[in-house]
C-alpha cells in the first residue's frame, strides 16, 4: 500500500488519506502517527470502501509519520467497531476510542520507575510525612499515584525520596503474568453442571459462533459450570472474556478462579492504574493474557485470539453505558461473538425478558440449571403487608421481621436486609418552613448520608454540609430526614438488637476491590450479624450462614414507572432472596410490600417465575415495547433552558411521519435539569422491523441547532430519565 485511509482520533474530522513512505509497511488496523497541520494525530488504517470520504489528490498526500508498535487491529474488532458505531448511532472514533484505552500502551515497550518504603525514617518527622508513610505501607507505584493514595502532595514524598525513605524500583512495564493451568485443580459438578460444562466445552473446540442463554437458579453453581469451558479454551492457546457488572462482584470470582486455575485472571476496570492499564492491554494484544475479567469496557478490547465470552448476571443493567457511547454490553457481547466466530454465554437467574424471548425463538440456545449445587434448597418466600402490619412509628421493619433477626441473631446465623437506596434519608426538609434540599445543579433532592455527614447528589456528585440552620427561614435545628436510606435501617437495627455487629455495604463503604474483599472475608469469618445493602449485595455472594433476608421496600422499584420496572423488582427480589439459604441451612425471605396483590410480588410470593415472565411478556407485546418493539430516546440538552426547549421543538417539528414509528415529545425530561443541563426528550416507538437508526440519523442531519446544544441518541435505553 503507499497511500491510505484513516480513522483518525479527532472528533471534528473526518477520515483522512496519507501517504506511506516506502520505507514503512503498513496494513488494515495499523495504528499510526500521522501528520497534521503543525501537530500529530493518531490514526487507525482502514479499509477506503469502508471509509467513504473525498479522497485528497496524489500530490497532496503527507506522510504517515510512524506505526506505533502494536499490533494492528484485527478485521473482527474493526467490524465490531463498525457495527457498534451504526447501531448505537454513536461516532466511530468513539468507539474506536474504547479499543485504545490505553495511550501508553501503543508505545512499546517501556519501564517504569515506582517507589516503595525502604524501611528507613526521614531525619525530621513532620504530620504529612507520618500520614504518607502510614498509607503507604505495603505499597508501590508511581509519585503521582502514591501521593493520590497517601493524600499528601507530590512535593511531601519527593522530600522522603530525597531522605531515602521511599526507594525507587525499575520495573519493566510489560512483565508477563502469571500463567493459568488449565489441569491445575478440579471442580466437583453435580449431573447438571456436568451437561452443561461439557456442551459449552464442545461449543468452544468447533469454533463456532453460537450464543447460549444459561438460565441457572440462584446457588445452582453457574461460574463452575463455565471453569471448564474456559479450560477448554486455555488448552487450545485462546484467550476468554468474562464480563461482569460490578467490580465489586470481582473478588468473589478471582478467589474461585484461582482455586481453579492456579493464578489469577487479567482483571479489567475503570480505576485501574495507567500502568496496570497499558500492561494489560499489551498483554490482551499479544495473545499474552488468558483470562480477562473485567466491567463492561473489557469487551473492546484488542484480544489477539479469543476464544469464549462469558456475561455474567447478563441481567443486568450495569452493561448499560449511559453516556459517551451509550451501547449495552450484553448484545455488543454477543455481536463480537459473531465477528469472532465463537460462543458467547449469558448467564443469570433472572434472565432479560429480551433474552428469554432470543432463546424462545431459537437464536440462543438455552441451557438450564433448575436446581441448587449441593442439595440445598431454595428459600421459603414470605409476604410481609405493611398495611395490615406497620412498623412502629419512624421505623421501617415490621415486626415479624424483627422477630427474624433475633432468632437469626440467638442462633448465630446472619440476616441480609436489602434496600436500594444509599444514605441515610432519601430527602430532607425543615420542620418549620417545609423548605426542602435541592440539588443546584439536578432536579433531584439531596441524599443525607450520616457516615460522611454530607448531603449528596446521586446524579451529578454535589456535595454540601448539612446546615446548622435553614437556608429559607433560618430556624435553627430544624431538620428532618424523611424516609430510609440503608444507614437509617443499620441504625434501627442496631437500637432493636444493640448486640449484632451490623455492617452498611453499598458502593459508599465498597468502593474499592480491596474494601469488597474485606467484606467478604468478614461476612465469611462471621463477623457480621446483619448485612443492610444495596443492590450491590443481590448477586455474587455466598454467604453460607446466611439464613434470612429481608427486604425493606419491595414496592420501591415499582414507583419510578418505567418501562422495565416489573421486571428489574422481580429480578432485585428473586436475586437478593437468593442470597438465603445457599448452605446447609434452609434460608427464609421476607418481602415487605403495601401492594401484595401487584402481580409481580404475587408470582414472587409463589415462586412462579413463569407466570411472572408470561404476564410481562403480555404486558410488552400490548404496549409495543421490547422485545416486540423497539424504544429510542433523544435527549437534548443545553446550559440554557430556552435554548434547550427550542432546539426540542425544533427536533419535534421536522420528526418523520412514518407508519411503523411513533414520536412521543418533546417533553421536559423527568430529570429535567442534570448537571447544569435542561434537558427535553422525545422517544421513539417503532415497529421491530423498522429502521430505527437510519430514521433517526436522517432526521436529525437535516437540523442546523446551536452548537451549545447537545443532542444524545439512546437506542435501546434502560433510562428513561
Ligand atoms: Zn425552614
Ligand atoms: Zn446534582
Redesign the pocket.
Known amino acids: 500500500m503507499n497511500r491510505v485511509r484513516c480513522l483518525v482520533f479527532n472528533a471534528a474530522l473526518g477520515p483522512l488519506d496519507y501517504r506511506v513512505p516506502d520505507n514503512m509497511t503498513v496494513e488494515y488496523g495499523s495504528i499510526v502517527v500521522a501528520p497534521l497541520g503543525p501537530r500529530q494525530i493518531i490514526g487507525i488504517v482502514w479499509e477506503e470502501e469502508r471509509l467513504p470520504t473525498d479522497p485528497v489528490p496524489e500530490n497532496k498526500l503527507r506522510p504517515i509519520l510512524e506505526v506505533l508498535p502494536v499490533p494492528p487491529l484485527r478485521p473482527e474488532l474493526r467490524r465490531l467497531i463498525e457495527w457498534t458505531a451504526n447501531y448505537y448511532c454513536a461516532p466511530l472514533t468513539s468507539v474506536a476510542r474504547m479499543v485504545i484505552s490505553s495511550g501508553g500502551a501503543l508505545r512499546g515497550p517501556a519501564t517504569i520507575t515506582e517507589y516503595r518504603l525502604s524501611g528507613g525514617l526521614p531525619e525530621r518527622m513532620t504530620p504529612k510525612r507520618e500520614q504518607a508513610m502510614g498509607a503507604l505501607e505495603g505499597e508501590q507505584a508511581t509519585i503521582r499515584e502514591l501521593a493520590e493514595l497517601a493524600d499528601v502532595s507530590d512535593g511531601v514524598l519527593r522530600g522522603l525520596v530525597n531522605q531515602g525513605v521511599l526507594e525507587p524500583v525499575v520495573v519493566d512495564c510489560d512483565r508477563p503474568y502469571p500463567r493459568a493451568d488449565d489441569a491445575h485443580a478440579t471442580v466437583e459438578l453435580n449431573e447438571q453442571q456436568t451437561a452443561v460444562a461439557r456442551q459449552l466445552a464442545e461449543a468452544v473446540q468447533s469454533r463456532k459462533f453460537a450464543p447460549y442463554l444459561l438460565d441457572g437458579v440462584t446457588g445452582s453453581g453457574k461460574t463452575e459450570t463455565y471453569f471448564e469451558p474456559m479450560a477448554a479454551a486455555l488448552r487450545m492457546g485462546r484467550q476468554v472474556l468474562v464480563l461482569l457488572p460490578e467490580i465489586a462482584l470481582t473478588e468473589a470470582f478471582l478467589r474461585r478462579f484461582e482455586d481453579r486455575f492456579g493464578a489469577p485472571p487479567i482483571v479489567w476496570h475503570s480505576s485501574l492504574k495507567s500502568t496496570e492499564r497499558r500492561r494489560a492491554w499489551r498483554a490482551i494484544a499479544s495473545g499474552q493474557a488468558q483470562v480477562v475479567v473485567g466491567a463492561r469496557s473489557a469487551l473492546f478490547l484488542p484480544y489477539a485470539n479469543l476464544g469464549l465470552i462469558v456475561v455474567d448476571e447478563a441481567h443486568e443493567i450495569s452493561f448499560k453505558q449511559d453516556e459517551g457511547v451509550r451501547y449495552n454490553a450484553r448484545d455488543v457481547a454477543v455481536m463480537r461473538a459473531r465477528f469472532e466466530k465463537i460462543p458467547v454465554v449469558l448467564a443469570s437467574a433472572t434472565p432479560a425478558l429480551e433474552s428469554l424471548q432470543m432463546a424462545e425463538s431459537g437464536i440462543y440456545e438455552r441451557l438450564d440449571l433448575p436446581s441448587r449445587y449441593g442439595g440445598a434448597q431454595l428459600p421459603e418466600i414470605r409476604i410481609v403487608n405493611l398495611t395490615e402490619e406497620p412498623p412502629e412509628r419512624g421505623r421501617w421493619l415490621a415486626p415479624s421481621l424483627t422477630r427474624e433477626l433475633f432468632v437469626r441473631l440467638e442462633r448465630g446465623e446472619q440476616s441480609l436486609l436489602f434496600l436500594n437506596r444509599r444514605g441515610y434519608a432519601p430527602l430532607t426538609l425543615c420542620r418549620n418552613c417545609g423548605f426542602r434540599f435541592q ?4 432536579s ?1 433532592w439531596l441524599v443525607e448520608h450520616r457516615f460522611s455527614k454530607r448531603l449528596a ?6 456535595e454540601e454540609k448539612p446546615p446548622l440552620n435553614c437556608p429559607e427561614c433560618g430556624e435553627p435545628e430544624c431538620l428532618v430526614a424523611c424516609g430510609p436510606g440503608v444507614e437509617r435501617i443499620a441504625d434501627e437495627v442496631a437500637e432493636i438488637l444493640p448486640d449484632a455487629r451490623v455492617a452498611v455495604a453499598t458502593s459508599d463503604t465498597l468502593n474499592t476491590p480491596e474494601k469488597a474483599a474485606e467484606f467478604v472475608a468478614q461476612a465469611e469469618a462471621k463477623a457480621i450479624d446483619v448485612i443492610v445493602g444495596t443492590q450491590l449485595v443481590t448477586k455474587g455472594f455466598h454467604f453460607p450462614e446466611l439464613t434470612l433476608v429481608g427486604v425493606v421496600d419491595a414496592d420501591l422499584g415499582l414507583e419510578g414507572g418505567d418501562l422495565r420496572a416489573a421486571e428489574r423488582t422481580y429480578q432485585q427480589v428473586a436475586q437478593v432472596a437468593g442470597r438465603a439459604g445457599r448452605g446447609a441451612k434452609p434460608g427464609t425471605v421476607l418481602i415487605q410490600t403495601r401492594h401484595p396483590e401487584a402481580p409481580v410480588i404475587e408470582a414472587l410470593a409463589a415462586g412462579d417465575r413463569d407466570a411472572f415472565y408470561d404476564a410481562e411478556t403480555e404486558a410488552r407485546r400490548h404496549a409495543g415495547a421490547p422485545p416486540f418493539g423497539r424504544w429510542a430516546a433523544i435527549i437534548v440538552s443545553s446550559e440554557d433552558e430556552t435554548e434547550a426547549r427550542e432546539a426540542a421543538r425544533a427536533i419535534g417539528g421536522t420528526a418523520p411521519h412514518l407508519q411503523d414509528i411513533a414520536i412521543l415529545g418533546p417533553a421536559p425530561a423527568p430529570m429535567a435539569l ?2 447544569g443541563r435542561y434537558r427535553y426528550r422525545l422517544l421513539v416507538n417503532a415497529r421491530r422491523s423498522a429502521q430505527v437508526q437510519d430514521v433517526i440519523r436522517d432526521w436529525l442531519a437535516k437540523l442546523d441547532l446551536p452548537r451549545t446544544v447537545r443532542v444524545s441518541i439512546d437506542i435501546d435505553p434502560y433510562s428513561f430519565v
Do not use: D, I, M
Open positions: 440539588c443546584t445543579n439536578c433531584a447528589c446521586h446524579h451529578c456528585g454535589h442534570l448537571r
